[in-house]
């Protein structure tokens, strides 16, 4: 299992990364920057900048800017997902092309490119799922400190597996916000009073309106993290040359070994009693 590395690289770009230059090429992709930006943007306006005494949009009733935020959040959503659709397309027919398989499913196309490049059979792919992950771990246990690595040195810097780290930022980004709201003139009173001029069908609106808006609002910065993570991963990999080693690689293949391992089926007793039965009728 010494070359899993390069297998696990070679899976990972034919079937999960398109390329850079795809990637810039692709419309759907500004499409979604766009559509990041609008939604960061209208954010700001409609609950930052509305929170001052001087804007001019303080007018604006506090659920249609709500509403206001929450489509530019599902229009945000929506262009991520209309580029993972065209990345999907994209590396399902470059499959196909390369494998000389049209109409192939992408299931059938990674379990050939799996038995291609590891020269085993489907049936073998939950076995070499196994030597791969204890090689893995075996390899960062015994892992030499003085590797200089380009993603060795960016990984003091920022490394995926400090995504929980992230997410505990920003929690205390949003407590320290509330603090300074709080010591700004904020206060429960103030809270109160605001939901006091709300009927309770608007007040019950306002609330879900509020949890559809932290809802999705979790789902982006999720996608965003990921998306960013996965592209230092790749690109760090990929300036390494034949030294690069990425986790999230040998993960994907072993993921995909698991999903992709044919099972032997075993005829039951019955089964052999009758066809040794047939067997001896016969002879």
Same mark, same amino acid.
């Given at each position: 299992m010494a070359n899993y590395r390069n297998v696990a690289r070679v899976y990972y770009n034919a079937f999960e990364w398109p390329g850079w230059r795809h990637i810039l090429r692709s419309w759907a992709f500004w499409f979604f920057l766009a559509s990041l930006a609008i939604f960061i943007y209208t954010f700001f306006i409609l609950s930052v900048e509305a929170s001052t005494k001087l804007s001019r949009i303080r007018h604006i009733p506090h659920n249609e800017r709500l509403l206001?935020?929450? #489509? &530019?959040? !599902?229009?945000?959503? =929506? %262009?991520? @997902?209309? @580029?993972q659709f065209k990345k999907y397309t994209y590396l399902l027919k470059r499959a196909q092309r390369s494998q000389d398989?049209?109409?192939a499913p992408l299931r059938l196309l990674k379990r050939h490119a799996l038995s291609t490049y590891l020269q085993v059979r489907s049936t073998e792919f939950a076995d070499i799922a196994k030597k791969i992950g204890a090689a893995a771990a075996l390899e960062q246990s015994v892992a030499d400190p003085r590797d200089y690595s380009l993603r060795a040195i960016l990984g003091y810097i920022y490394s995926p597996d400090s995504k929980p780290r992230i997410y505990t930022l920003l929690g205390a980004l949003? #407590? $320290? $916000? &509330? #603090?300074? %709201?709080?010591?700004? =003139?904020? %206060?429960? #009173? =103030? !809270?109160?009073n605001w939901y006091s001029g709300y009927s309770a069908l608007a007040l019950l609106l306002t609330d879900f309106l509020i949890s559809i808006l932290i809802g999705l609002l979790f789902v982006i910065v999720k996608h965003a993290i990921s998306f960013i993570t996965i592209s230092i991963d790749v690109f760090t990999t990929q300036m390494d040359g034949k030294r690069g080693e990425s986790q999230h690689m040998t993960n994907y293949l072993i993921r995909d070994l698991l999903r992709l391992h044919t099972a032997i089926h075993l005829k039951s007793p019955a089964h052999v009693t009758s066809d040794r039965g047939n067997k001896r009728a016969q002879a």
């Open positions: 206001i935020i929450i #489509a &530019t959040e !599902i229009l945000c959503l =929506g %262009s991520w @997902f209309v @580029f398989l049209r109409d949003i #407590a $320290i $916000i &509330t #603090a300074l %709201s709080i010591k700004n =003139g904020a %206060s429960l #009173a =103030g !809270i109160k």
